[in-house]
């Protein structure tokens, strides 16, 4: 399994509109990628401007599908004018 996690710094004035969004897209990647099996989203208890993702899917190819889907290239083009940092690691579940 290939895991994916992703921290996104929110500008406070994006939380509430990045929160519904980034949900949206949890929603539409378990609903719509077979292959994508669990889509974690996490607020930071102690900094509500902080997100992680955490997100399983069948392999890397199944993630580079992901990132072709017009529901994540959406989400990205919306989630990046919120978004004052963002940092991804990759990894596989042992």
């Not at 889509?39 to 955490?54: E, G």
């Not at 890397?60 to 690691?89: S, Y």
């Given at each position: 399994?290939?895991?994916?996690?992703?921290?996104?710094?929110?500008?406070?004035?994006?939380?509430?509109?990045?929160?519904?969004?980034?949900?949206?897209?949890?929603?539409?990647s378990?609903?719509?990628?077979?292959?994508?099996?669990q889509?974690d989203?996490?607020?930071?208890?102690?900094?509500?401007?902080?997100?992680?993702?955490?997100e399983?899917?069948?392999?890397?190819?199944?993630f580079?599908?992901?990132?072709?889907?017009?529901?994540?290239?959406?989400?990205?083009?919306?989630?990046?004018?919120?978004?004052?940092r963002?940092?991804?690691?990759?990894?596989?579940?042992?």
């Amino acid at each position: 399994m290939f895991v994916v996690i992703v921290r996104f710094d929110v500008w406070s004035h994006s939380v509430s509109k990045f929160s519904e969004l980034v949900q949206q897209q949890a929603e539409n990647s378990l609903r719509l990628e077979e292959a994508c099996h669990q889509f974690d989203v996490v607020q930071d208890a102690s900094d509500p401007t902080v997100f992680y993702l955490y997100e399983i899917y069948d392999d890397r190819a199944a993630f580079d599908t992901h990132l072709a889907a017009e529901h994540f290239k959406q989400f990205d083009r919306e989630a990046m004018l919120m978004v004052a940092r963002k940092e991804v690691w990759l990894g596989s579940k042992l």
